[in-house]
């Protein structure tokens, strides 16, 4: 298969400090021994690079240097994710998958000459709808065409997201949307649109379970739709962006891709940090001590730490612990709280969002973050690899 085209399972992967991508491709590893191909992308926004004072090359690098360790010989990727006109340009050299996020555009008055145009080509497709995302779809095309004019065509691939949104997208918008991409010349792999139903950081789906499978399966039938009538690559597939462990969703959308033979893209993102830190509370002494330091640094900054996800937390501050209880905690206490396992009357969804989006207290702390998981790399790295094969990999690609 071709550098560029994305296979038809695919995992995007989070690394905030570059630590775990051998342990992230080791559970594709136990996948393809297990006879199913999930290709990983590793994954990462400007808005994270931002936050941790990281730059694009430092996620290549990581992603190059395991899969050369572990002699990974199938496709895998980087990508920018997230990225618009104005924050792409740094990751221009280290990436060949782009996430363009067309998402603010959305609503956005398009002139009635456009309208009338696609309104011509499309008699058969609604023009209020186009209206609405046309502006958008021609934003997608100036960023595409920008990227494009470096990377060369065919050499990157390119996804459209518009999930970071209000509303979601009904399947009979999807499908304005696919055709105006394809009047727009954007060879488009992957689509992420916004699903029904909440989708907050680090913990399980919240919504209607039945509406996002009914949702999710016009979805695929309309891509495949898209693909004959708009003449759009092959191999276009929904980007699921999962904000990481959407298990109650899993099972649904494993049943839709065994029905249709669709495949998926499924990006997690915050999940492998969160394994970091239970690594460390799991080997105890130090590692334990500083993950009670960040929790306890969390905790204080809790408000300037969650201001920036706001729309996709849901923390009620009375159900966070306070640091001087958490001092106290053993290895199994700390473990039992952050891990995500729902039959686990100790696990606490409250904490497990706010150090979901509390990577800023480690990026902070910098060397002493970093050295002690490199000191205890062994329990880091199974957390690592158990969470992303066991939690994720297994229910949607396996079964
Ligand atoms: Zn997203």
New binding site residues.
């Given amino acids: 298969m071709e550098k560029s085209s994305l296979s038809k399972y695919s995992i995007g992967v989070g690394d905030r400090f570059a630590h775990q991508a051998e342990a992230q491709l080791q559970a594709c590893l136990l996948a393809a021994k297990q006879g199913v191909d999930v290709i990983p992308v590793w994954n990462k926004?400007n808005r994270e690079h931002n936050i941790i004072g990281s730059e694009p090359a430092s996620v290549r690098s990581a992603a190059d240097s395991a899969v050369r360790k572990l002699g990974w010989t199938k496709p895998y990727h980087v990508d920018a994710?997230?990225i618009n006109f104005e924050t792409v340009d740094r990751f221009l050299e280290a990436s060949d998958f782009y996430?363009i996020?067309v998402a603010d555009w959305i609503g956005k008055p398009a002139s009635a000459a456009q309208i009338e145009a696609f309104a011509h080509r499309h008699p058969e497709l609604s023009t209020r709808t186009a209206a609405k995302y046309l502006t958008a779809v021609t934003e997608a095309g100036r960023i595409y065409r920008k990227i494009e004019a470096v990377q060369g065509q065919g050499n990157f691939i390119p996804e459209i997201?518009m999930?970071?949104t209000d509303s979601p997208q009904t399947s009979a918008e999807l499908l304005v949307i696919l055709a105006a991409i394809s009047d727009e010349k954007i060879p488009i792999q992957t689509i992420?649109p916004k699903f029904t139903g909440r989708f907050n950081k680090g913990v399980d789906y919240q919504g209607d379970l039945e509406k996002f499978t009914e949702e999710f399966s016009n979805d695929i039938s309309t891509i495949a739709l898209a693909v004959e009538k708009y003449d759009l690559p092959r191999n276009l597939k929904l980007?699921v962006?999962s904000?990481s462990d959407k298990f109650s969703i899993y099972r649904p959308i494993r049943e839709a891709l065994r029905k249709t033979n669709a495949g998926v893209h499924l990006?997690t993102a915050g999940t492998t940090w969160l394994e970091e830190l239970i690594g460390l509370a799991e080997a105890g002494g130090d590692g334990l001590a500083l993950a009670k330091e960040i929790y306890a640094q969390a905790y204080e900054q809790r408000e300037a730490l969650c201001a920036p996800y706001a729309a996709v937390i849901d923390i009620d501050p009375q159900h966070l612990p306070a640091p001087g209880t958490v001092e106290k905690w053993t290895s199994d206490q700390f473990v039992a709280a952050l891990r995500h396992d729902q039959s686990n009357p100790a696990f606490n969804n409250h904490l497990r969002q706010l150090l979901h989006v509390g990577f800023k207290v480690a990026a902070k702390l910098g060397r002493r973050y970093l050295d002690l998981l490199e000191k205890f790399e062994p329990i880091v790295a199974k957390n690592v690899t158990e969470n992303l094969f066991e939690r994720h990999i297994r229910p949607v690609f396996l079964g």
Avoid: L
């Fill in positions: 926004s994710d997230h996430t996020d997201s999930d970071e992420a980007s962006h904000g990006k």
